[in-house]
């Protein structure tokens, strides 16, 4: 694509969904943190099951630590995994209030020192709690990128660079939730809804299958 062609592209789906927003259910900073912990190889859908119960009697780090490990696993055992991710949740919350009064860090390097919190969850985390316009490339952005020509890359990281770099500055904050969205009601991994795309387009693999 080009620049043009990237600035309309997002333009678009701005126009279709002016103010995207996670499909993770959370009312702060730590839930947030939380499910998107959770969420690794999970459904937003499985995710928020749990958490509605969860977070009903522990909503912040304090109280997590206060309700248990083997109350916190049995919380969220519908979750796939969930043994890990209930000793990473509780461990986090022990650091968190240890080194950060309780509250999550707006800063990547902390962040991802916390147990079970990789690049991505730290990019989502910094994006939807603090408005910084950071990519977290998951599978559904690493699939639209590649396969529109957004921006190729081999691997998570290369994906993110290459959409820091292409992104124009007015998409930034919500860039990353357009190409999730996108990615998991319209550009499938197996039957892309091509037809439907508003951003066909631009797109090089709608545009090659066009050619031929």
Not at 8 to 28: C, G, I, M, V
Not at 63 to 87: F, Q, S, V
Not at 154 to 178: D, I, K, N, Y
Request: net charge positive; proline share 7%; glycine share 6%.
């Amino acid at each position: 694509m080009t620049d043009a062609e990237v600035d309309a592209f997002f333009a678009t789906l701005a126009a279709a969904n002016p103010q995207p927003q996670t499909e993770l259910e959370y009312s702060n900073p730590f839930e947030l943190l939380a499910a998107v912990l959770l969420s690794a190889q999970a459904t937003d859908v499985g995710v928020n099951k749990a958490t509605r119960r969860l977070f009903a009697v522990a909503n912040t780090p304090q109280r997590m630590l206060a309700l248990g490990l083997p109350a916190l696993t049995e919380h969220i055992r519908t979750i796939g995994l969930y043994r890990n991710k209930a000793r990473n949740l509780f461990e986090t919350c022990r650091l968190l209030v240890e080194r950060h009064a309780g509250q999550v860090p707006h800063d990547r390097a902390a962040l991802e020192a916390l147990p079970g919190v990789g690049r991505k969850t730290a990019n989502v985390v910094l994006n939807v709690a603090f408005g910084e316009p950071t990519m977290a490339v998951d599978t559904h952005v690493f699939r639209v990128s590649n396969r529109t020509g957004l921006a190729p890359g081999r691997t998570p990281l290369e994906v993110e660079q290459a959409l820091l770099a292409r992104v124009p500055a007015r998409w930034g904050e919500h860039a990353h939730h357009w190409l999730i969205l996108h990615g998991r009601y319209t550009c499938l991994a197996r039957q892309p809804r091509c037809p439907a795309c508003p951003v066909a387009r631009w797109c090089a693999t709608a545009r090659g299958a066009a050619s031929n």
